[in-house]
């Protein structure tokens, strides 16, 4: 096998990983400046959010990506997430109630969901349905939402009222998951029944819920405590394992395969799904003058820990690449408040 | 339309029936109530520039636009009417101090004034005192002081005066006020609308600006009753009642109002008797707000705090000596959705000396000061004046000044109460050269302040945002101006220049502090033929970085404003005046906070009746 050859399978390996794990399938179109590598999410201050872009291989950065594409327009104030389905990416900010969608290779404007959203905050898609959550007012959880867009028209179909904080949203075998929590309040997943569209179960924690992650059909919850693998077959709570002292403070979650990472203050921690125990020595620690921006962004794809600090929010913030035994790799500046990681 | 049409039929309404009264005459020597009695006397050292009555009438009655067009203040506006803030010399809003009638009325909240809440009418005296004040005017004197005083008059008459404007976006600006006095009382009263569509266009794009109507309403109440030969009673009042809508960017942004209600009392009783004064005062500020955060679900948070402050001011004069001893106690109490209902006290002290001979003048001052939350350092002003020629004279000054923790920092939501004030070391010195024979003055004036223990909210480890003691900002620079009159034939001018350079450097990054210029300036330049003026106006504010980096792209884009307003008097009918003025002359495109940006050019009309 020529090396060139052997380079362009493990690449491809890379892609099609990449992109089973957003649940999306084989992509159908990958030409476009972003057709492989990372989105880095850039929340942004008063004067709106951006969207980095860093090469599968590291080496190259885009930022301000989508400026870069459609100069006359702006993603709009605090970008909270994207999702995706096979040809576009929905990217959603918060401070102006809107979803922009984009061509996800291009970047290319297509349309923009600005109506039906309050606080928007995370979504997918499920059966040409977007599901998205919202916060509405921050002074009660009694009117935080999901609502229903319907992708043929791009409009809003329903909304699902929680009663309780709308934050992370997951899918698995046609059912809808969502983390009743954030901001260190809530302590629920509840369970939502698409087909007449209202919350069919609620699982509550001991403690309040910081994160979640999806991973091989379990739904893995940090709380202040312990970690809990939920799966989600049943919905029923398969393992658990409590925090020790040191990871007082646990903030973010990864999961791969069966190894589990948390992050608490400025450290990783990590675990296996066959661990009795957590340990209690740290995988790695970073530098970081911010106090909120530590790990503001966390997460681990293919091997490697992805990390991004939010420094004073003021000012550029930075995103770190570790291989799985935390060594650094890359250290890489991009735009204010990077938030999240999304592997095209 | 209707509502254009309204104002026209006031207007004349109001020439027809003023027909025969009579044109209000500055050139009387009344006896005049003096609301603020220390801020003459014991600026020794330091510059206090009073903004002439005629600035105000080409200014819409917006006491931002004044602080802009007059002097090197940096105004911060959320887009034009909404919040808006001042700042001195590279300091923060907070380090700004706004003295009512000798009274320190900064927000107990967040420990600024908003001065798009302040109609400049509402004051007969208007002046600024760049420097610290700490020692006169208590928390937030540090980059300087802006100080807004009611003079009253014994001047057995009648006095009414009307000023209404119409502007561009439905804009509208009224305000009457009645003065009457015999010659033992004193009785003035002014009331105050503005409101506005606020729909501007916004430059360089295809938008309007959003959700920024507002309406507001104020009213001042000022009265003297001379009880003896020796004594007198004073009482000032001001409220304000407002709801203001804040603009957003895009449709689809949730609108939110605000509401606020401020009212404040003054009552004092003087006596005086040959080289001995005291005054006993009463004050009681009341403030209150309530912000929704969405019109359309009209789920409010409100909080109000009212504060209390009894002070006693004892003068007495020993030939060239002034001596000035002060004891005042104060207490604020909070109430509200997002603050912990609580009390702060104080209790302070302070004397002042001021020696006066022909060689120099000078002035010494001391303060204490003593809170149930926070240690007060010991504060202190140093000031000499010295006439070196009749045409030349050099003010020096030092003094340690301080802004304490607000009621938001220290009792928002769960409450930081650890928390000192912030502290200042500022040094001054000021060249001042006035000629008098050419109506030439020219000023130049260096200024250093070294400022610990500033106060920052920072999120903590649960990701709240509690404020802490970390910053150090040392801010320096220079200041100058020149000011010149002179006749060409018919026509007078006036003419003044000011320009500042500021730097204020965090000693932490070694970075210039984010939105706050380095370069400001501003032109003033009056042209008066017989019964017609001109002024015109010209600003300049620096570039200003927006990242804590100092980023060189990440800038708000230095601008440069223009204003022309052109009055008009006519002889027959000389209680009657015009102005006609356009603001932004050339439609620049300019922003003083990000994402916030400013109307282009606009046009007003107004009229004043002086009765």
Same mark, same amino acid.
């Given at each position: 096998m020529n090396i060139k050859l052997f380079f362009l399978s493990i690449f491809s390996f890379l892609i099609l990983t990449s992109c089973s794990d957003d649940d999306f399938g084989i992509p159908v179109e990958l030409e476009g400046d972003f057709a492989n590598g990372i989105f880095i999410l850039n929340e942004g201050n008063s004067a709106g959010g951006s969207l980095s872009f860093m090469t599968s291989d590291f080496s190259e950065i885009t930022q301000n990506a989508y400026q870069s594409v459609n100069p006359d327009d702006d993603l709009g104030l605090f970008v909270q997430s994207i999702f995706f389905d096979e040809q576009f990416a929905y990217i959603i900010s918060n401070g102006s109630?809107?979803?922009?969608?984009?061509n996800r290779y291009t970047l290319e404007f297509v349309d923009r969901i600005d109506s039906g959203l309050n606080v928007p905050r995370y979504g997918l898609i499920l059966n040409g349905k977007a599901y998205v959550t919202n916060q509405a007012d921050f002074s009660t959880t009694a009117d935080d939402y999901v609502a229903v867009i319907d992708l043929a028209s791009r409009t809003l179909e329903n909304t699902i009222v929680l009663g309780n904080y709308a934050e992370k949203i997951y899918e698995f075998e046609n059912k809808i998951y969502v983390q009743n929590a954030s901001y260190g309040f809530g302590n629920q997943i509840s369970k939502l029944n698409i087909e007449n569209q209202t919350v069919e179960q609620n699982l509550s924690f001991s403690s309040a819920i910081s994160d979640t992650y999806l991973s091989n059909g379990n739904l893995y919850v940090l709380a202040q405590d312990e970690i809990t693998q939920v799966n989600l077959t049943n919905f029923q709570t398969s393992s658990t394992w409590s925090l020790a002292e040191t990871h007082v403070g646990a903030s973010r979650l990864a999961v791969e395969g069966n190894a589990i990472y948390f992050t608490s203050s400025n450290s990783v921690y990590n675990f296996t799904t066959s661990d009795d125990t957590i340990s209690e020595t740290a995988l790695f620690n970073y530098e970081t003058t911010s106090a909120f921006g530590t790990f503001y962004g966390f997460d681990v794809h293919n091997g490697f820990i992805y990390l991004s600090d939010g420094a004073d929010f003021a000012s550029n913030g930075f995103i770190q690449i570790r291989n799985s035994q935390g060594d650094l790799i890359k250290e890489q500046e991009v735009g204010i408040g990077p938030n999240s990681f999304y592997f095209n | 339309m209707k509502q254009f049409r309204a104002h026209i039929f006031v207007c004349l309404c109001l020439v027809v029936s003023s027909a025969l009264a009579q044109l209000d005459s500055i050139q009387q020597l009344d006896e005049v109530v003096l609301s603020d009695r220390q801020l003459q006397q014991f600026s020794v050292g330091q510059n206090l520039i009073e903004i002439p009555e005629s600035r105000k009438r080409i200014t819409a009655n917006k006491l931002s636009d004044l602080l802009l067009e007059n002097s090197t203040i940096h105004i911060r506006q959320n887009g034009y009417g909404m919040v808006a803030s001042a700042s001195f010399r590279g300091t923060t809003a907070q380090q700004t101090a706004v003295v009512w009638n000798g009274i320190n009325i900064n927000s107990q909240f967040n420990g600024q004034t908003d001065f798009n809440t302040m109609p400049t009418y509402g004051y007969s005296e208007i002046s600024i005192r760049p420097g610290g004040g700490s020692l006169l005017y208590g928390s937030g004197a540090v980059g300087g002081s802006i100080h807004l005083n009611n003079q009253l008059y014994f001047r057995d008459t009648t006095q009414v005066k009307l000023f209404s404007q119409i502007g561009s976006f439905n804009t509208f600006e009224n305000f009457i006020e009645t003065k009457h006095s015999t010659e033992k009382t004193s009785l003035k009263f002014n009331l105050n609308r503005s409101a506005s569509d606020n729909d501007y266009p916004i430059l360089g794009s295809s938008r309007t600006n959003l959700n920024g109507q507002f309406e507001q309403w104020s009213a001042h109440l000022s009265?003297?009753?001379?009880?003896?030969?020796?004594?007198?009673?004073?009482?000032?009042?001001?409220?304000?009642?407002?709801?203001?809508?804040?603009?957003?960017?895009?449709?689809?942004?949730?609108?939110?109002?605000?509401?606020?209600?401020?009212?404040?009392?003054?009552?004092?009783?003087?006596?005086?008797?040959?080289?001995?004064?005291s005054v006993v005062k009463y004050a009681f500020l009341h403030e209150?707000?309530?912000?929704?955060?969405?019109?359309?679900?009209?789920?409010?948070?409100?909080?109000?705090?009212?504060?209390?402050?009894?002070?006693?001011?004892v003068y007495q004069n020993y030939g060239k000596l002034d001596t000035n001893f002060n004891i005042s106690i104060k207490q604020t109490a909070a109430d509200g959705d997002n603050i912990i209902d609580e009390h702060i006290q104080h209790l302070n002290f302070s004397t002042l000396l001021n020696y006066n001979s022909k060689w120099a003048t000078l002035s010494l001052g001391l303060r204490q000061e003593f809170s149930n939350f926070f240690d007060s350092p010991l504060l202190y002003?140093?000031?000499?004046? /010295?006439?070196?020629?009749? =045409?030349?004279?050099?003010?020096? @000054? $030092?003094?340690? %000044? !301080?802004?304490?923790? &607000? +009621?938001?920092?220290?009792?928002?939501?769960?409450?930081?109460?650890? /928390?000192?004030?912030?502290? =200042?070391?500022?040094?001054?010195? @000021? $060249?001042?050269? %006035? !000629?008098?024979?050419? &109506? +030439?003055?020219?000023?130049?004036?260096?200024?250093?302040?070294?400022?610990?223990?500033?106060?920052?909210?920072?999120?903590?480890?649960? @990701?709240?945002?509690?404020?802490?003691?970390?910053?150090?900002?040392?801010?320096?620079?220079?200041?100058?101006?020149?000011?010149?009159?002179?006749?060409?034939?018919?026509?007078?001018?006036?003419?003044?220049?000011?320009?500042?350079?500021?730097?204020?450097i965090d000693a932490r990054t070694q970075r210039q502090l984010t939105f706050t210029p380095q370069h400001s300036a501003f032109l003033n330049l009056d042209l008066q033929y017989k019964t017609f003026a001109l002024n015109f106006t010209q600003t300049y504010t620096g570039k200003a970085f927006t990242r804590t980096d100092n980023a060189p792209n990440e800038i708000l884009e230095d601008f440069w404003l223009s204003h022309l307003n052109l009055a008009y008097q006519p002889k027959q009918i000389d209680f009657f005046s015009v102005n006609i003025g356009f603001k932004n002359l050339f439609n620049q495109a300019y922003q003083t906070i990000e994402n916030r940006p400013m109307p282009g050019h606009q046009f007003y009309v107004n009229t004043i009746i002086n009765l």
């Amino acid at each position: 096998m020529n090396i060139k050859l052997f380079f362009l399978s493990i690449f491809s390996f890379l892609i099609l990983t990449s992109c089973s794990d957003d649940d999306f399938g084989i992509p159908v179109e990958l030409e476009g400046d972003f057709a492989n590598g990372i989105f880095i999410l850039n929340e942004g201050n008063s004067a709106g959010g951006s969207l980095s872009f860093m090469t599968s291989d590291f080496s190259e950065i885009t930022q301000n990506a989508y400026q870069s594409v459609n100069p006359d327009d702006d993603l709009g104030l605090f970008v909270q997430s994207i999702f995706f389905d096979e040809q576009f990416a929905y990217i959603i900010s918060n401070g102006s109630n809107m979803i922009t969608i984009v061509n996800r290779y291009t970047l290319e404007f297509v349309d923009r969901i600005d109506s039906g959203l309050n606080v928007p905050r995370y979504g997918l898609i499920l059966n040409g349905k977007a599901y998205v959550t919202n916060q509405a007012d921050f002074s009660t959880t009694a009117d935080d939402y999901v609502a229903v867009i319907d992708l043929a028209s791009r409009t809003l179909e329903n909304t699902i009222v929680l009663g309780n904080y709308a934050e992370k949203i997951y899918e698995f075998e046609n059912k809808i998951y969502v983390q009743n929590a954030s901001y260190g309040f809530g302590n629920q997943i509840s369970k939502l029944n698409i087909e007449n569209q209202t919350v069919e179960q609620n699982l509550s924690f001991s403690s309040a819920i910081s994160d979640t992650y999806l991973s091989n059909g379990n739904l893995y919850v940090l709380a202040q405590d312990e970690i809990t693998q939920v799966n989600l077959t049943n919905f029923q709570t398969s393992s658990t394992w409590s925090l020790a002292e040191t990871h007082v403070g646990a903030s973010r979650l990864a999961v791969e395969g069966n190894a589990i990472y948390f992050t608490s203050s400025n450290s990783v921690y990590n675990f296996t799904t066959s661990d009795d125990t957590i340990s209690e020595t740290a995988l790695f620690n970073y530098e970081t003058t911010s106090a909120f921006g530590t790990f503001y962004g966390f997460d681990v794809h293919n091997g490697f820990i992805y990390l991004s600090d939010g420094a004073d929010f003021a000012s550029n913030g930075f995103i770190q690449i570790r291989n799985s035994q935390g060594d650094l790799i890359k250290e890489q500046e991009v735009g204010i408040g990077p938030n999240s990681f999304y592997f095209n | 339309m209707k509502q254009f049409r309204a104002h026209i039929f006031v207007c004349l309404c109001l020439v027809v029936s003023s027909a025969l009264a009579q044109l209000d005459s500055i050139q009387q020597l009344d006896e005049v109530v003096l609301s603020d009695r220390q801020l003459q006397q014991f600026s020794v050292g330091q510059n206090l520039i009073e903004i002439p009555e005629s600035r105000k009438r080409i200014t819409a009655n917006k006491l931002s636009d004044l602080l802009l067009e007059n002097s090197t203040i940096h105004i911060r506006q959320n887009g034009y009417g909404m919040v808006a803030s001042a700042s001195f010399r590279g300091t923060t809003a907070q380090q700004t101090a706004v003295v009512w009638n000798g009274i320190n009325i900064n927000s107990q909240f967040n420990g600024q004034t908003d001065f798009n809440t302040m109609p400049t009418y509402g004051y007969s005296e208007i002046s600024i005192r760049p420097g610290g004040g700490s020692l006169l005017y208590g928390s937030g004197a540090v980059g300087g002081s802006i100080h807004l005083n009611n003079q009253l008059y014994f001047r057995d008459t009648t006095q009414v005066k009307l000023f209404s404007q119409i502007g561009s976006f439905n804009t509208f600006e009224n305000f009457i006020e009645t003065k009457h006095s015999t010659e033992k009382t004193s009785l003035k009263f002014n009331l105050n609308r503005s409101a506005s569509d606020n729909d501007y266009p916004i430059l360089g794009s295809s938008r309007t600006n959003l959700n920024g109507q507002f309406e507001q309403w104020s009213a001042h109440l000022s009265f003297a009753y001379k009880l003896s030969q020796n004594s007198q009673l004073n009482y000032h009042g001001q409220f304000y009642d407002g709801l203001r809508h804040f603009s957003v960017l895009r449709p689809s942004e949730n609108k939110s109002n605000y509401s606020n209600t401020d009212s404040r009392n003054l009552i004092e009783w003087e006596y005086d008797k040959n080289d001995f004064k005291s005054v006993v005062k009463y004050a009681f500020l009341h403030e209150a707000f309530e912000y929704n955060q969405n019109i359309e679900t009209n789920l409010s948070t409100a909080n109000k705090a009212n504060t209390h402050l009894v002070k006693t001011e004892v003068y007495q004069n020993y030939g060239k000596l002034d001596t000035n001893f002060n004891i005042s106690i104060k207490q604020t109490a909070a109430d509200g959705d997002n603050i912990i209902d609580e009390h702060i006290q104080h209790l302070n002290f302070s004397t002042l000396l001021n020696y006066n001979s022909k060689w120099a003048t000078l002035s010494l001052g001391l303060r204490q000061e003593f809170s149930n939350f926070f240690d007060s350092p010991l504060l202190y002003t140093i000031g000499a004046e /010295l006439p070196v020629t009749s =045409a030349y004279n050099l003010k020096l @000054s $030092h003094s340690k %000044n !301080f802004r304490q923790p &607000s +009621l938001n920092d220290l009792f928002w939501v769960e409450g930081t109460t650890n /928390l000192q004030p912030e502290t =200042a070391l500022q040094y001054e010195a @000021s $060249h001042q050269f %006035n !000629f008098k024979h050419q &109506s +030439l003055s020219f000023q130049l004036t260096g200024f250093f302040n070294d400022i610990s223990q500033m106060i920052r909210w920072l999120p903590d480890q649960t @990701s709240t945002w509690k404020p802490e003691n970390v910053d150090e900002v040392k801010t320096y620079g220079l200041t100058t101006s020149i000011s010149k009159e002179f006749k060409l034939m018919p026509i007078h001018f006036k003419t003044q220049l000011n320009y500042e350079f500021t730097k204020a450097i965090d000693a932490r990054t070694q970075r210039q502090l984010t939105f706050t210029p380095q370069h400001s300036a501003f032109l003033n330049l009056d042209l008066q033929y017989k019964t017609f003026a001109l002024n015109f106006t010209q600003t300049y504010t620096g570039k200003a970085f927006t990242r804590t980096d100092n980023a060189p792209n990440e800038i708000l884009e230095d601008f440069w404003l223009s204003h022309l307003n052109l009055a008009y008097q006519p002889k027959q009918i000389d209680f009657f005046s015009v102005n006609i003025g356009f603001k932004n002359l050339f439609n620049q495109a300019y922003q003083t906070i990000e994402n916030r940006p400013m109307p282009g050019h606009q046009f007003y009309v107004n009229t004043i009746i002086n009765l």
